[in-house]
């Protein structure tokens, strides 16, 4: 079956140097495509990647990561939504280029689907309400 | 046989009014047709939750010992400034003013994360507020600064004031230019990439009365949570644009103007609003009860989304420009389903005002009126219909020589 994931993936300063994500590709038969990259100033790196591949191989190929010191966390973590604040206009939903915002057409709620977010912060700039959050 | 507000009023205080919200009137109406409706229902209730720019508060906060006279002199709340044309210690906070030191559309797009609208749901919230006030200085008002904080509990009157909301229906924005526009209807992108609406459709008040016989001076509706009152019709109130065959009006048309103690309200229902490029707003949340008088208000109550239509407009170039005509119309039943059509292309649609939030209202009003608490207000004076002949004027400008 295969996979298809965005994930959040935080290198700390001693493996920030090592070519570590490479080998999803050479070695895991994974592909990947990087939505956003950056190291901070105290040299940790942060890589939001959306990772295709094999379900079987798609965990060996997290395991590698959790074994080379890599943090990996679902973007679901890292994007959230002030349940609070949100009024459930709807205005992020036409604008969410990845599908993870959308109206439930029963409650006409918006629901957040975390897995499909690739981060981008767009909705983050136009809530009217700042009810959404990106933690990175 | 037609019945009359008082009588659905004796009704209410007993608990025997039949509260259906309009959601629920549809299907009714549906099952067993607009007369027995118009017999066994007595009251349906609305909803609306969206950006309402003309919104406002007005405070009396009371005389400082010595005295000052902000009115003539000027005043800010938490640094937003608010308008001290009035007597001593009375003055009006707009939803959409932003302060001196917020860098606006200078930095393009301004991000307005902080306007009245905010100082307002805070105020509402309970929250502590800084006033800052200058004046002149007279003989019965001799000091000339004050700051303190003001809080909601302590002000004289706390009164919400909006001289035009609840707009009965709306445009649909999209942007045909070749750049991406950031409007009061949101952020529009380049080739009509996305389209945005602004009404509760089915469940909005004045779309379920669409020739505002039940409404007037005097009518009571839920407001920001508590209750107010309509005291005129809106500013741009505009009731002689063209109708559909089921009175709808086919493009933005009548509006109100409320007001209502805040002390009552909640920051639930009033939410202060950022629109990113375009400025602070007032996000106000408005339910107003309709007495199903006779048959043609069962009727009217009974309007689905998918009869209600809005025009499709450029906001690119045409609404700026002030150019008329439209892209064509469009009903609030394909616009839910999230994707239209513009010039032959689909487009993805959303919503500017919470029709969740809409349909909240609408039941908290319906369950207000079952226990007794609501009463119907009767209007001492009607909203200017059709016949009016009051319409939206354009400026025309003269020069001033």
Request: with cysteine; aromatic share 8%; charged share 25%.
């Amino acid at each position: 079956m295969k996979v298809s994931k965005n994930i959040v993936l935080k290198f700390s300063k001693d493996i920030v140097d090592r070519p570590i994500v490479c080998r999803l590709a050479s070695q895991y038969n994974l592909e990947f495509n990087i939505v956003k990259a950056y190291i901070t100033p105290r040299e940790e790196g942060l890589l939001i990647l959306r990772l295709e591949g094999e379900s079987a191989d798609f965990e060996k190929g997290l395991e590698y990561l959790e074994k080379s010191g890599v943090l990996i966390q679902p973007v679901s973590k890292d994007v959230v939504r002030n349940e609070e604040l949100c009024t459930h206009c709807g205005v992020c939903v036409a604008l969410c280029p990845a599908g993870a915002l959308a109206v439930d057409e029963k409650t006409r709620k918006i629901n957040f689907f975390g897995d499909k977010c690739n981060a981008c912060g767009f909705c983050v700039t136009v809530c009217p309400m700042k009810a959404m959050e990106a933690k990175f | 046989m037609a019945k009359t507000i008082r009588e659905i009023n004796e009704k209410i205080k007993k608990g025997k009014a039949v509260v259906l919200t309009a959601e629920e009137m549809i299907d009714y109406v549906g099952k067993k047709g607009g007369k027995e409706a118009s017999e066994r229902v007595d009251v349906v209730t609305t909803g609306t939750f969206g950006p309402m720019c003309s919104s406002g508060m007005y405070l009396n906060i009371g005389h400082s010992k010595p005295k000052i006279k902000i009115g003539g002199g000027s005043c800010t709340l938490n640094d937003v400034p608010a308008y001290c044309g009035f007597a001593a210690v009375d003055i009006y906070l707009g939803c959409t003013q932003v302060s001196a030191d917020d860098p606006k559309n200078s930095i393009h797009p301004g991000k307005f994360a902080y306007g009245g609208g905010h100082v307002i749901e805070d105020f509402v919230a309970g929250k502590d507020i800084r006033l800052k006030a200058i004046s002149y200085g007279t003989d019965c008002y001799p000091r000339k600064r004050l700051e303190t904080l003001i809080n909601i509990k302590d002000v004289n009157e706390a009164v919400l004031f909006n001289p035009r909301n609840a707009y009965q229906n709306y445009n649909v924005a999209v942007n045909l230019s070749d750049k991406t526009i950031y409007t009061y209807m949101g952020v529009l992108k380049p080739g009509a990439a996305n389209a945005s609406y602004c009404s509760a459709g089915q469940l909005s008040p004045l779309l379920n009365d669409p020739y505002y016989r039940t409404m007037g001076i005097g009518t009571r509706i839920f407001l920001g949570g508590g209750v107010g009152y309509i005291v005129w019709h809106g500013t741009q109130h505009s009731p002689g644009v063209e109708r559909g065959e089921n009175g709808v009006p086919l493009s933005p048309a009548g509006s109100v103007a409320v007001m209502g103690d805040i002390k009552q309200m909640s920051a639930k229902w009033l939410r202060g609003t950022s629109m990113l490029g375009y400025g602070a707003t007032l996000t106000v949340g408005i339910g107003m009860p309709i007495p199903i008088l006779d048959e043609e208000m069962a009727n009217f109550t009974a309007v689905k989304d998918e009869d209600i239509f809005a025009p499709i407009v450029d906001y690119g170039d045409a609404y700026p420009n002030a150019k008329p005509g439209n892209l064509g119309f469009v009903s609030y039943g394909r616009l839910k389903s999230g994707e239209i059509e513009v010039n032959g292309k689909k487009t993805p649609t959303a919503s500017l005002s919470s029709y969740s939030k809409a349909r909240e209202i609408a039941g908290i009003l319906k369950e207000w009126i079952e226990k007794g608490e609501f009463l119907l207000g009767e209007a001492t004076s009607p909203i200017p219909g059709p016949d009016s002949g009051i319409k939206f004027r354009p400026l025309t400008e003269r020069p001033l020589e």
